[in-house]
């Protein structure tokens, strides 16, 4: 069994069933998780912000930062491994940690979100699972072969989603 | 004896900072000094030598040309930087063992205080007074070290505490710590701080990072620097584990800085990166 670490902007593809993809510590980021359970390739992405016009320099070397750059690049991915992505892809979203604040500047975990769906939407994709917001963070791994996605957080345990 | 006691005495017994980190501490602290002595200092330690040299070269501070002398890197990180650097890199009993009772890794505590450091620095050149981004970096390295003390007696109680925040979602984790040992990590921090003859503002920093709003108001502006730095790293998946996130952030911050939606996330995708290549520094 390999493991495949995904950081922050970054996201990892796999037909192998012999994979499991992670990626750590999510707070106000959002994981997409997509898994195709007819071919077995599923895919996970580790976003940071919403929109990639407020930093178009970083989106170039880094597209997987933004959702608006990054959900097209990692459907790309999964696309040229086999996935017929608009009648079979399952998505699940984890992460978008609540950060409680008055002046609606620090709530950047609903922001993403909805930027994620709305990228998601124009894709003609919708998640069956949120496992989002909350005030703690979270980690995922999804065993490509199984499709079985799993959530850790520190003190909360682990689950199955 | 009581816990708080026991913690007392384990602040007391704790091994001080390096004499390396001392003097550099106790030079920042006084503002007329030498620039020329800080690189000496420096310079006298090859291991911190070899780890600033590798922070000026690395991306975050990318020039055109390679930095190879201690004046050049000092002039470009700047002296609390350099002083952040040495602090972190000569004090593994603080930064580098296993924090069991926040279930964070090894590293863990080092990586969270290197981060809050960078997003301390950028989000403190947002202030509407002027504040110093060196030394909001300084703040940021050292303002959880309370955690490196209470760690184990928090690990004898962590069943407890599961429950608590199962109980309570969210909860602040500080309260937690004062209803569970009669203290907290800010509140021991400080006072190893304080033995160790750490500048004030810093203890300041150290003491109030989740409650800006109750320092001197001179150094609320600094303070909510810190506090803020500390919710960004958070947010960006470098926490301490448990607790990670499981604070209060203090909305006070508009009276000190300008910020929207669209600076927030600009600050994010600069530190991103800067995180990034932090990887590199925290081995």
Redesign the interface.
């Known amino acids: 069994m390999s493991i495949v670490y995904v950081?922050?902007?970054e996201w990892a593809a796999s037909s192998d069933p012999n994979t499991k993809i992670r990626t750590?510590?999510?707070?106000?980021?959002i994981g997409v998780v997509a898994y195709c359970s007819i071919s077995n390739i599923g895919g996970l992405l580790h976003i940071?912000?919403?929109?990639s016009q407020?930093?178009t320099q970083?989106a170039a070397t880094?597209p997987g930062?933004f959702a608006d750059t990054g959900i097209p690049l990692f459907l790309k991915d999964l696309q040229e491994l086999g996935v017929s992505y608009q009648q079979r892809l399952v998505i699940k979203l984890i992460g978008g940690?609540t950060?409680?604040?008055?002046?609606?500047?620090?709530n950047?975990?609903k922001?993403n979100l909805l930027a994620v769906k709305k990228i998601l939407w124009a894709n003609q994709l919708g998640a069956i699972v949120e496992e989002v917001g909350?005030?703690?963070?979270r980690s995922v791994e999804l065993d490509v072969g199984t499709g079985i996605t799993r959530i850790n957080s520190?003190?909360?345990g682990s689950w199955e989603i | 004896m009581s816990t708080t006691d026991l913690i007392a005495r384990r602040v007391e017994d704790f091994q001080p900072l390096p004499i390396v980190a001392m003097r550099l501490l106790k030079l920042m602290g006084n503002e007329n000094h030498d620039a020329r002595e800080l690189i000496q200092i420096v310079s006298l330690d090859a291991a911190l030598t070899l780890r600033v040299m590798s922070v000026a070269n690395s991306t975050a501070y990318a020039r055109m040309s390679r930095v190879t002398t201690m004046a050049q890197a000092v002039s470009l990180l700047g002296e609390q930087v350099v002083v952040g650097i040495a602090i972190g890199a000569s004090s593994p009993t603080i930064y580098k063992n296993e924090l069991q009772g926040?279930?964070?890794d090894v590293g863990a505590l080092w990586a969270h205080s290197l981060r809050t450091a960078i997003a301390a620095k950028e989000i403190s050149r947002r202030c509407k007074t002027r504040i110093s981004a060196d030394e909001a970096f300084t703040a940021g390295i050292l303002h959880d070290i309370g955690k490196a003390v209470i760690n184990e007696f928090l690990a004898a109680r962590l069943d407890d505490?599961?429950t608590d925040?199962?109980m309570n979602?969210?909860r602040d984790f500080a309260t937690v710590e004062r209803e569970i040992l009669g203290t907290d990590h800010t509140e021991v921090g400080e006072a190893m701080a304080k033995k160790w003859n750490i500048p004030a503002r810093l203890c300041s920093a150290i003491r109030f990072h989740h409650k800006p709003g109750e320092a001197n108001l001179e150094d609320q502006p600094f303070v909510y620097a810190i506090h803020?730095g500390d919710?960004l790293s958070?947010?960006?998946?470098?926490?301490t584990?448990?607790d990670?996130?499981?604070h209060?952030?203090d909305?006070n911050?508009?009276k000190y800085f300008d910020?929207?939606?669209?600076s927030?996330?600009?600050i994010?995708?600069?530190i991103?990166?800067e995180?990034?290549d932090a990887n590199s520094l925290i081995s």
């Open positions: 950081g922050i902007g750590l510590g999510l707070g106000s980021c940071a912000l919403p929109d407020i930093n970083r880094k930062v940690a950060i409680m604040d008055a002046n609606q500047v620090f950047i975990g922001r909350g005030q703690f963070s520190p003190g909360r | 926040y279930e964070a505490i599961e925040l199962k979602p969210n803020l919710f958070m947010a960006l998946g470098e926490g584990g448990i990670t996130l499981v209060r952030l909305d911050y508009v910020l929207t939606h669209a927030i996330e600009s994010i995708a600069q991103q990166s995180f990034a």
